[in-house]
């Protein structure tokens, strides 16, 4: 991509945003360098990237990267077997350190798979070479006391040394006191000395290190430390052996693994650079655009550059139907914004990163993109704005092709308009015979025309409202945009009859054309406002609608409910019913079997009388019998029957509730049930005949 496309489209602003993002030096070297690409399946995989990493962005938040630094420097000498600083070491334990937290970070997600798994499963974490680091070494400039045993105890004999240093001291200025400038100590040459006045230098015992300025004050090691002075700076050479004894051995542990921290390093710079473009879309409220189609189809588009509470969204498809966009309007009106954000669009999105509007809008791989935007007329190179236009145009029209976007702002303008116009045409005729994608704003009319007269050419306006006086910025594509010049010079104040009179010097077939542009834009905003008013409706009918819906399942939960309780509460009252008669089954059984139980039994059947008696004012919901006849009261009533079946049992005229309506008097006999003239199956009554039907589980005619 030519950089002066780059330039011209601000792309380079857009970096700057996205540098912002980065929190690694690697990732921030890479963006300097990020350039948009001409090739599909990388710009689709870098897509994909962005968006993978912002889903993870939004369910689990930012990854931090903070801290880390391009160790491979100091690899080198580390496989070359060199001893490395404490800043070093810990560099690479905060590489590890981070390793491990993105490795954690990607444990969140369990089973996902997406284009980053590769990445972090990757990652090594090497615990027993952070821990160690992290134990002995406390900053760049300090080793921990307990990073050995050895350096332990040489620190520990420094500090009591310095403390007999200092006792000493204290003594020696107690005694000394008169002949000190002042009671302090202080260091030169890593020694500890007195500020002794000029007069006594030659009577204050001890070694001369150095002097004021003045001459007034020498600094003197006492005598009585010298000794002590020594000592620790024995230690003091001792630690510091000790201390690269240290060095050497951690450098010895990671030697090993350098290849692994070398490629640590560069995917942790690599994830930082993909989060970032992510964290870039997320503040843009960005989503990715989709290069599965050869044309652009932008929904709602907003230019990023633009506050986003001024920022208004466009619609524009370039390269579907038509392949050449000519945007008329005032000036001030976005017809420049809409161009840039179409061209910047393109480059953002081969560039891998999230363009700033809805979900699937469409763009088109481009190789190149040229764009003639601004003014850049040169005093040295004495160009005019026509000049300094005509050359980025000689310069276009020389390189595009059928895999290029050409972007031109105020085609032809800055000559004679009859002329500018015919050069405008024939530079996009051409363009369009050789299936060039173009974009131009014109303020022509000839150009509008050239639009609706030629096939695969559209117009578009930028919307300006003469009432308020104010452009409204939004592009409209298929309507060709009118001269306001009159309506907005009446508004602010020119007499009519001079608007009038500049009306008449306008030839006729300007004056036609603009009425019916007019005509198209009153049609336009009559039918938006009738588009408006039905989605409105339809709005509110398919809220009313949503809102029946949820009441009737509302209902429909409550009906099954309340349905589900009574046949609970019934299958209570059956079983209840079912384990009285089994009760007295097993007791007539009982009693059978033996004799003079006759008082008993008809005591029996009583209580059985009143147990169902019971059962029905149960089932009885406002005054309605329930007849709940099933299989199980089926088989009750089959054992309420001798192994014959010509024995029945008491209470039977509530069998003409519990079982059916039927012929009462037979009900009534049947209390008499068991006798000789229905034990041998010779009974007429329904009851007595349909007895069979019920041993079998069967039912009678008249059984509900």
């Known amino acids: 991509m030519n950089k002066k496309v780059l330039q011209t489209l601000e792309y380079y602003k857009i970096i700057d945003m996205l540098l912002e993002e980065a929190d690694t030096p690697l990732a921030k070297e890479s963006i300097r360098h990020l350039l948009p690409s001409s090739r599909r399946e990388e710009i689709i995989s870098w897509q994909t990237e962005t968006s993978h990493a912002l889903m993870r962005l939004l369910k689990q938040g930012r990854l931090p990267f903070h801290g880390l630094t391009d160790i491979r420097p100091s690899l080198v000498p580390l496989e070359k077997g060199g001893v490395l600083g404490m800043g070093e070491l810990l560099d690479i334990a905060r590489c590890l350190e981070i390793a491990k937290d993105a490795i954690a970070y990607d444990t969140k997600f369990e089973d996902l798979k997406d284009a980053l798994s590769g990445r972090f499963g990757a990652l090594m974490d090497l615990p027993d070479l952070r821990l160690e680091i992290n134990r002995c070494i406390l900053s760049p400039e300090e080793m921990a006391d307990d990073a050995s045993s050895e ?168 390269g579907k139907t038509y392949d050449l966009l000519i945007i008329t309007g005032p000036n001030t009106g976005g017809k420049t914004v809409s161009l840039k954000t179409v061209g910047l669009f393109t480059l953002m999105g081969q560039a891998g990163l999230h363009i700033p509007a809805y979900d699937h809008s469409h763009l088109r791989v481009y190789e190149e993109v040229y764009a003639d935007i601004g003014d850049e007329q040169s005093i040295e190179q004495s160009l005019s704005t026509f000049s300094s236009h005509m050359v980025n145009t000689v310069y276009i029209l020389k390189r595009a092709n059928k895999k290029t976007l050409a972007l031109f702002d105020e085609l032809g303008a800055g000559t004679d308009p009859t002329e500018g116009a015919a050069l405008a045409i024939a530079i996009l005729d051409n363009l369009h015979n050789r299936n060039v994608t173009a974009m131009a704003t014109t303020h022509y009319s000839e150009l509008k025309i050239y639009a609706l007269s030629t096939d695969g050419v559209e117009n578009a306006s930028c919307e300006f409202d003469v009432e308020s006086l104010q452009p409204t910025y939004r592009l409209l594509v298929g309507v060709p945009g009118k001269s306001n010049a009159f309506a907005i010079s009446g508004k602010l104040g020119l007499p009519k009859e001079i608007i009038d009179e500049a009306g008449k010097l ?167 049930y068991p006798c000789k003239k229905h034990e041998n199956g010779k009974g007429n009554d329904y009851f007595t005949g349909n007895q069979f039907n019920w041993k079998n589980g069967g039912r009678s005619p008249w059984t509900a």
């Open 151 to 318: 350096l332990k105890r040489i620190r520990r004999a420094m500090k009591t040394t310095n403390d007999k240093v200092r006792e000493q001291l204290t003594a020696t200025m107690n005694l000394s006191g008169s002949m000190l400038r002042d009671n302090i100590v202080t260091m030169r040459n890593g020694r500890y000395c007195l500020p002794v006045k000029q007069e006594y230098k030659s009577t204050f015992p001890g070694m001369i290190h150095d002097q004021s300025s003045t001459g007034s004050t020498f600094f003197i090691e006492p005598m009585a430390i010298v000794q002590l002075n020594n000592e620790l700076a024995e230690l003091g050479m001792k630690e510091q052996e000790e201390i690269e004894k240290i060095l050497a051995s951690l450098s010895a542990l990671a030697a090993p693994y350098a290849e692994d921290l070398q490629r640590n390093v560069l995917l942790l710079a690599e994830l930082d650079f993909i989060f970032a473009k992510a964290k870039l879309s997320k503040k843009m409220q960005g989503s990715e655009p989709l290069f599965d189609q050869d044309y652009i189809h932008i929904k709602k588009g907003r230019h990023p550059l633009i506050p986003k509470d001024k920022v208004v969204p466009i619609d524009v498809t370039l």
């Open 506 to 672: 306008v030839d006729s077939d300007s004056r036609s054309f603009e009425d019916v542009v007019t005509g198209l834009e009153d049609a336009r905003t009559t039918a938006e406002k009738e588009r408006e008013k039905a989605k409105k409706i339809r709005e509110e009918a398919e809220h009313f609608r949503d809102k029946m819906k949820a009441k009737n399942e509302r209902i429909d939960a409550a009906k099954d409910k309340i349905l589900r309780r009574a046949n609970e509460e019934a299958h209570e009252i059956i079983q209840k019913a079912k384990d009285t008669a089994d009760e007295s089954i097993r007791k007539y059984n009982k009693w059978m079997k033996g004799s003079g139980m006759t008082k008993e039994m008809e005591k029996e059947r009583a209580n059985l009388r009143k147990a169902l008696n019971e059962t029905e004012s149960e089932l009885t919901i406002e005054g309605t019998n329930c007849l709940l006849y099933t299989s199980d009261a089926a088989e009750q009533q089959r054992k309420m029957f001798c192994s014959n079946g010509h024995s029945a049992l008491g209470s039977f005229r509530k069998r003409l509730r519990t079982f059916g309506a039927g012929n009462k008097s037979c009900q009534k006999r049947s209390i008499h």
